[in-house]
């Protein structure tokens, strides 16, 4: 849970999405005004297909990087296996914030540099001029903040410390 505005009234909570049977089905976004902490509105909410359980437990995992008092971009480590390896997912999910809701902006994959075994970085994000930078797995990432086209990369493949 974290505040996302000056005066503590938008409560940004990240957590498990369940369909209508309780079944688990990613992550999921939701958006409060807590002007009357007694009384919370759910204001806004997004369902994701993927999962962020770095989230759960490291509260410096996620990001929102405010542009004002109603915008801003909410940066989150995702994963997600799919049928086949070609469908997996390894890396970050960029979503916008906007008076109109929470929406899927752009994906920034870590996928090519995950190596079981071996030392990771932190999953971290943050922003340097306009480009978000993300760390995951054993590489860094820079992608273009609007356009979330992909600026630049790092990888640390020294698999003398892997198991």
């Given at each position: 849970m974290h505040f996302i505005n000056d005066d503590n009234t938008l409560l940004l909570i990240l957590g498990k999405g369940?369909?209508?049977?309780?079944?688990?089905v990613g992550?999921?976004?939701s958006l409060f005004n807590t002007t009357d902490p007694i009384n919370p509105i759910k204001i806004a909410q997004r369902n994701g297909t993927s999962s962020s359980d770095s989230?759960?437990?490291d509260l410096t995992a996620f990001q929102f990087l405010k542009a004002n008092e109603l915008e801003g971009r909410i940066i989150i480590p995702v994963s997600s296996q799919g049928t086949k390896s070609d469908d997996d997912f390894y890396g970050f999910e960029v979503f916008e914030k906007s008076p109109a809701g929470i929406f899927p902006l752009s994906l920034v994959s870590h996928l090519d540099s995950h190596q079981d075994g071996c030392p990771h970085?932190?999953?971290r994000s943050f922003?340097?001029?306009?480009?978000i930078v993300?760390?995951?797995?054993?590489s860094v990432r820079g992608h273009e903040l609007t356009s979330g086209e992909f600026a630049w990369g790092?990888?640390?493949n020294d698999?003398?410390?892997?198991?």
């Open positions: 369940t369909d209508e049977n309780g079944k688990e992550l999921q976004i989230t759960e437990w970085l932190p999953e922003l340097i001029e306009e480009t993300t760390l995951r797995g054993q790092l990888d640390y698999t003398e410390f892997c198991s």
